[in-house]
Structure formats: C-alpha cells, structure tokens
C-alpha cells in the first residue's frame, strides 16, 4: 500500500475547508489589528502636522499665541502617545491640535486683514491737505 501524504489534495472536500479556517480567520482580523497607526499617520502625521505649519506661516504665534501654542503642545502629545503605542489617544490629541491650529489660523488670517484694512483707510494729513502754493499761480500787483 501506498503511504498518501497528509498535504495530498485528493482528500475529501470537507477536509480541505478546514484546513483553511485558520487562514482566513488570520487575514479576517490582520486588518484590524493595523488600524490605530494607520489612522495615527493619517491624523497625526499628516492632517494634524501640516495644519500647525499652515498656522506657523500665518503668524498664528504672534496674532493668536493661546491657540497656536496650545495646537503645538497637542501635537506633541499625540507624538508621545503614540512612542507608548496608545494610538486612540494619539489620534484625539491629533485631532484637537488640529481643531486649534485651523483656529489659530483663521485668527491670523483675520487680524491680518484687519490691520491691513486699517492702514490702507488712514490717509496721513498730507494727503488730506489742499497744497499751499504749489499749485496756486499768484498774480503780480
């Protein structure tokens, strides 16, 4: 008699689904286990990262210092958290880092407008005066 190898593929059909039961299980729950850092890069990395620079450029730490700095120590936070592999958390630390860094931009943004619109409105009194003698021709007695 003829020993069959136990990885033959002529066993019966029944045979052959269970031995793919704990494949499928593994690549069922692989994506899950992944979704924390994914997310975190997502968050933190990209959306987080990029809206406290947009906020820097604006000058968002001279016209809103609170927000500004607040959204960087967030930021921070959420780094920290995710050196410790607490991804959950990273990624709310993210998202309120950017919630304020689009804050403190939009602050700047808008108190640069201001003050831009108050500088062009002031006109110096030069401008205002009607010039003397310049432009008058005086007539000879």
Excluded: W
């Amino acid at each position: 008699m003829i020993d069959r190898s136990l990885t033959s593929c002529y066993r019966p059909p029944r045979l052959r689904i269970l031995r793919c039961v704990p494949t499928v299980a593994v690549l069922a729950v692989a994506p899950l286990l992944g979704c924390g850092p994914v997310e975190y890069i997502s968050q933190v990395g990209n959306k987080a990262a990029s809206a406290v620079s947009s906020a820097k450029l604006a000058q968002a730490d001279r016209y809103a210092p609170y927000e500004f700095t607040a959204a960087e120590e967030y930021l921070h936070k959420a780094r920290e958290e995710a050196g410790y592999a607490e991804y959950q958390d990273s990624i709310e630390y993210g998202k309120k880092a950017e919630d304020l860094a689009n804050r403190a931009r939009a602050i700047a943004v808008s108190k640069q407008a201001e003050a831009a619109s108050k500088s062009s409105r002031v006109t110096p009194a030069s401008e205002r005066e009607e010039p003397t003698g310049a432009g008058k021709r005086s007539e000879p007695e």
